[in-house]
C-alpha cells in the first residue's frame, strides 16, 4: 500500500510540474520575441495586451491585429549516473499559437482582445525507458482569452488591465510496476480566472518605461479521470476508473522594462522578469474512491525566478528591420524533487528576428529562438530515480501584424 501511495503521489506532481514549472510559453508576438521576449517597455501593437496593456492605447493606429505561431523542437536527454544507458524524448513539434485585435474609441481610450497559449507542450518517452514508472508521456494544452482596456492618463502616461479567462487540460500516462503492460492514465481539465496590469510611460522621446503584472492564476481539477490498467488480482484493491480533485497554483509574475533609442535606426531595451515559483509549497490531492490509500500530500518547496534579458532592433530601411536578444532563466525546481515530467534546467537563450514590411500596413516577421540548458545530475529522491539531464531547444516563429 505503501508503494500505492507513493505512484499515485507520483502522478499528481507529474501533472503539477510539467503544466507549470518549466512550460511557461512567452511567445506572444514575433516582434518581442526577436528582441530576447522583451515587450513591458515596448509599444508594438496589439501584442502589448500580454506584455504590457498599459501600452495600448499608445498605438499609433486606429485598429492593430496581430496573429502568428510558433514551432518548437525541443529534446531532452538522459544518461544513467551508474551504466552506459542513456535515452532521449522523441517530443512531437509543439505549436503555440496567438491572435491580437484593437481598437482606439479615442484619443484616450483602447480595447482589445488576445487569444494565446502561455503553456503547452509534450514530453514522449520510449514506453520501455529506465524512467517509465516516473513517466511515459504527457500532453499538455492550454488556451487563454483575455479582453483588454487601456486608458491614457497623459501624453506620456498610460494605464491598462486585462481579464485572463484560462483553460487547460493535460493528458499523460506512466508504467506500473505490476506487469510489462500495467500503466495509469490522467486526464484532468479547469476553467479559472486571473487578470493583467501594466503601466507605461514615455518618458523621452528616446526612452520609454514599462511595468507590467499578471496575477497568479489557481487551477482546480474536480472530477478529474484516474484510469488504472492493472492485473486482475489487483482489482479488489485498486479501481480501473478513479476521479480525483486538485488544485495547482500557476505562479505571478512581475516584469520591468526600459527600451532606449540610441540613433534614429538603433534602440536597446532591458528587461527583468520575477516570476514568484515559491507559490509551490506543496501538493495535496484528494480520489473520490480509495481515498484512505491514495490521498496524499506531496512537498513541493519551488524558489522564486529571476529573468534578465537584454534585446536590440535596428531599423535598416523602410522595408527590413532586424533584431537580435539574449536572457538566462534559472530554473525553480527544487533538487530533492526532480523528475522527468518536466526536464526545467539553467537555460540561457538567444533570439533573432526580421521583419518585412510586405505593404503600407502589413508586416511579416521571422524568429529564431534557441535555448541551452545547463547539463546536470539531478535526482528524484521519493523513487531514488537520478541521471545526467542535457535539454535543447530551437523555436521558429511566423506573424503578421496589421495595422491602420
Known amino acids: 500500500m505503501k508503494r500505492m501511495t507513493l505512484l499515485c503521489l507520483s502522478i499528481l506532481f507529474t501533472w503539477a510540474?510539467?503544466?507549470?514549472?518549466?512550460?511557461?510559453?512567452?511567445?506572444?508576438?514575433?516582434?518581442?520575441?526577436?528582441?530576447?521576449?522583451?515587450?513591458?517597455?515596448?509599444?508594438?501593437?496589439?501584442?502589448s495586451m500580454f506584455y504590457n496593456p498599459g501600452a495600448l492605447s499608445m498605438m499609433k493606429q486606429n485598429y492593430s491585429f496581430e496573429l502568428g505561431a510558433n514551432f518548437i523542437n525541443s529534446h531532452i536527454l538522459y544518461e544513467s549516473t551508474t551504466s552506459v544507458y542513456s535515452a532521449e524524448s522523441e517530443n512531437p513539434i509543439g505549436t503555440p499559437i496567438y491572435f491580437y485585435g484593437a481598437t482606439k474609441l479615442n484619443e484616450k481610450l483602447s480595447i482589445g482582445l488576445g487569444f494565446y497559449t502561455p503553456y503547452g507542450s509534450s514530453t514522449v518517452w520510449d514506453d520501455n525507458w529506465v524512467g517509465k514508472h516516473l513517466i511515459q508521456n504527457i500532453s499538455l494544452k492550454a488556451y487563454f482569452m483575455q479582453p483588454t482596456v487601456s486608458y491614457k492618463i497623459m501624453d506620456k502616461l498610460s494605464i491598462g488591465a486585462g481579464m485572463v479567462i484560462?483553460?487547460?487540460?493535460?493528458?499523460?500516462?506512466?508504467?506500473?510496476?505490476?506487469?510489462?503492460?500495467?500503466?495509469?492514465?490522467?486526464?484532468?481539465?479547469?476553467?479559472?480566472?486571473?487578470?493583467?496590469?501594466?503601466v507605461y510611460f514615455q518618458a523621452t522621446p528616446k526612452l520609454s518605461v514599462g511595468v507590467d503584472y499578471r496575477s497568479k492564476i489557481t487551477m482546480n481539477v474536480d472530477n478529474g479521470i484516474a484510469t488504472f490498467n492493472i492485473p486482475s488480482s489487483l482489482e479488489s484493491v485498486i479501481s480501473q476508473k478513479n476521479?480525483?480533485?486538485?488544485?495547482?497554483?500557476?505562479?505571478?509574475?512581475?516584469?520591468?522594462?526600459?527600451?532606449?533609442?540610441?540613433?534614429?535606426?538603433?534602440?536597446?531595451?532591458?528587461?527583468?522578469?520575477?516570476?514568484?515559483?515559491?507559490?509551490y509549497?506543496?501538493?495535496?490531492?484528494?480520489?473520490?474512491?480509495?481515498g484512505d490509500l491514495l490521498d496524499n500530500t506531496s512537498p513541493r518547496e519551488y524558489s522564486d525566478v529571476f529573468i534578465p534579458r537584454i534585446g536590440f532592433q535596428y531599423i535598416l530601411n523602410q522595408t527590413l528591420t532586424f533584431r537580435a536578444g539574449a536572457y538566462y532563466d534559472k530554473t525553480p525546481t527544487n533538487e530533492e524533487y526532480f523528475s522527468p515530467e518536466t526536464v526545467s534546467l539553467d537555460t540561457f537563450s538567444y533570439t533573432f528576428g526580421i521583419a518585412l514590411q510586405a505593404a503600407k500596413n502589413l508586416s511579416i516577421d521571422l524568429t529564431y529562438l534557441g535555448t541551452h540548458g545547463k547539463e546536470g545530475v539531478k535526482v528524484y529522491q521519493p523513487d531514488n530515480f537520478e541521471g545526467r539531464y542535457k535539454t535543447a531547444a530551437s523555436v521558429l516563429g511566423l506573424g503578421i501584424s496589421y495595422n491602420f
Open 17 to 47: 510540474t510539467a503544466h507549470a514549472g518549466g512550460f511557461q510559453v512567452r511567445l506572444q508576438g514575433q516582434k518581442q520575441t526577436g528582441m530576447g521576449l522583451i515587450g513591458t517597455p515596448m509599444n508594438f501593437g496589439a501584442s
Open 281 to 290: 509549497k506543496e501538493l495535496s490531492f484528494t480520489f473520490e474512491e480509495d
Open 166 to 198: 484560462a483553460q487547460g487540460t493535460v493528458d499523460m500516462q506512466k508504467a506500473l510496476p505490476y506487469s510489462e503492460s500495467s500503466y495509469v492514465r490522467l486526464k484532468g481539465s479547469d476553467i479559472n480566472f486571473g487578470f493583467n496590469v501594466g
Open 243 to 279: 476521479n480525483f480533485s486538485s488544485e495547482l497554483p500557476l505562479p505571478a509574475n512581475l516584469d520591468f522594462g526600459i527600451n532606449y533609442q540610441i540613433t534614429p535606426q538603433l534602440s536597446a531595451a532591458v528587461e527583468f522578469n520575477y516570476v514568484f515559483w515559491s507559490a
